[in-house]
């Protein structure tokens, strides 16, 4: 990239100026929702302290509004990030790396890069002809789907920090080692024909391919990303904040340890076969998340349990089946669903 | 004439740019074919990774992205101009 490409111009300058006057807004209101949802459930609408509504009213008036902005603005960040983030270079990079660390940096790129499964077919077929082993391939094309930023926010916005990373680290690790698995098991055969035989015509010489964007542009489209994601979940949040907060007062503290503990040894295959054939978006599985935490599940459980609900999922197979054979795909699943169980029991052993 | 393909699936993305092709290029009121390629021979002929991707005059424009409008515009004058026809 380059530096000449980055300097701002003054289109650029008047965006950076309503971003920032956004933010320093954004951090303003976001470190006063606490004293704000006290105010409006105990001065105006008068609730005693004691209660147990109004309890309840306040923690729903301070964690909507909490969710949402966090929701907001962490999204409007990542996609921002994203718009950096150019496939081709990946592949190139990725491409001069053999299997190990081919795998670990597939597998990062693949945790910030965002694609729609309608792109994981020419994704993988890129990849293939560009001589990328099969298993980094698979690296890449198995932790994109797990890592979510709205899971990842919600993560960081209900249970903090450490666990919003812990799941980061699990993605990663689960791309990892799915990818050397399958990278072993000389599955090349298993890929459709065709696909070794499309030859890419490649770009032109002398004719511009993809224009450097500004600062503006990158500001508008992650203005754009993050108005498409936040309309399509926030309804999903604040039912789940209210089913959270229903179980949270009404189901039993420990009524899932026994099953769902760290001590049951089977509950995490069990989560994870659950997971495989429901789909779900993160929004909708979050709350479920906390709920099942609240009650004494083990972390490592939960964790397994929802990325196998957003990492296995149906359209993205039959996607996948254009240009794998039905052995593979199996395969893949198999994998796939035996990683997420053994980072389960790490967690739950870590943890 | 300016030949514009848009590769892509039924993806809301791919469904945006679609339309975002289709309005501009009716404003502009250009004598135009615009065409719509889903099958991914023709993405990777173009050598697209991301959907959608936008074609004019056989040069990849953009990948994984929805342009903006005035981008889009851009690009049609620049096809428009003497040395690319």
């Given at each position: 990239m380059q530096l000449a490409q980055l300097k701002p111009t003054r289109e650029d300058q008047r965006s950076f100026i309503i971003v920032g006057v956004l933010a320093i807004l954004w951090v303003i209101v976001y470190s006063n929702l606490q004293p704000i949802a006290d105010w409006i459930t105990y001065t105006l609408l008068n609730f005693s302290h004691e209660s147990r509504l109004g309890e309840a009213l306040n923690f729903f008036i301070y964690d909507v509004p909490k969710i949402l902005l966090l929701l907001s603005g962490m999204i409007f960040l990542i996609t921002l990030v994203q718009t950096f983030i150019d496939t081709n270079r990946i592949r190139a990079v990725v491409e001069k790396r053999g299997e190990g660390v081919g795998n670990l940096m597939a597998s990062i790129f693949g945790a910030i890069t965002p694609f729609c499964s309608c792109s994981s077919v020419p994704l993988f077929i890129g990849f293939v002809q560009a001589g990328i082993p099969l298993g980094v391939t698979f690296s890449f094309l198995i932790t994109s789907p797990i890592m979510n930023e709205v899971a990842f926010v919600l993560l960081l916005g209900l249970f903090g920090w450490e666990v919003a990373l812990l799941y980061l680290a699990s993605g990663i690790t689960i791309g990892v080692v799915s990818g050397l698995i399958l990278g072993r098991m000389n599955l090349e055969h298993q890929v459709e024909d065709f696909v070794y035989a499309i030859k890419a015509r490649g770009h032109q010489p002398g004719i511009p391919v993809e224009e450097k964007l500004s600062w503006q542009e990158r500001f508008q489209q992650a203005a754009e990303s993050t108005r498409?994601?936040?309309?399509?979940?926030?309804?999903?949040?604040?039912?789940?904040?209210?089913?959270?907060?229903?179980?949270?007062?009404?189901?039993?503290?420990?009524?899932?340890?026994?099953?769902?503990?760290?001590?049951?040894?089977?509950?995490?295959?069990?989560a994870v076969l659950l997971g495989i054939p429901l789909y779900s978006n993160a929004a909708g599985i979050i709350p479920i998340v906390s709920a099942l935490l609240d009650k004494g599940a083990a972390m490592g459980t939960v964790l397994a349990f929802m990325m196998s609900v957003v990492a296995l999922s149906l359209p993205e197979l039959i996607i996948l089946r254009k240009v794998l054979k039905p052995r593979l795909i199996a395969t893949f699943v198999g994998v796939v669903a035996f990683s997420i169980i053994l980072t389960g029991y790490l967690f739950n052993l870590i943890i | 004439m300016l030949v514009v393909k848009i590769l892509g699936a039924n993806c809301p993305k791919c469904r945006r740019l679609e339309q975002e092709v289709h309005d501009c290029l009716n404003e502009l009121e250009i004598d135009c074919e615009i065409v719509k390629l889903d099958d991914f021979t023709d993405f990777m002929q173009y050598g697209i990774l991301k959907l959608p991707g936008l074609v004019m005059n056989d040069v990849l424009l953009s990948t994984g992205r929805v342009p903006s409008r005035s981008q889009i515009i851009a690009w049609v004058a620049q096809m428009q101009s003497p040395e690319h026809i």
């Open positions: 498409e994601i936040v309309s399509k979940v926030w309804l999903f949040v604040i039912i789940g904040i209210g089913i959270g907060a229903f179980i949270h007062g009404f189901v039993p503290e420990d009524a899932l340890s026994s099953v769902m503990g760290a001590g049951a040894w089977w509950s995490v295959p069990v | -």
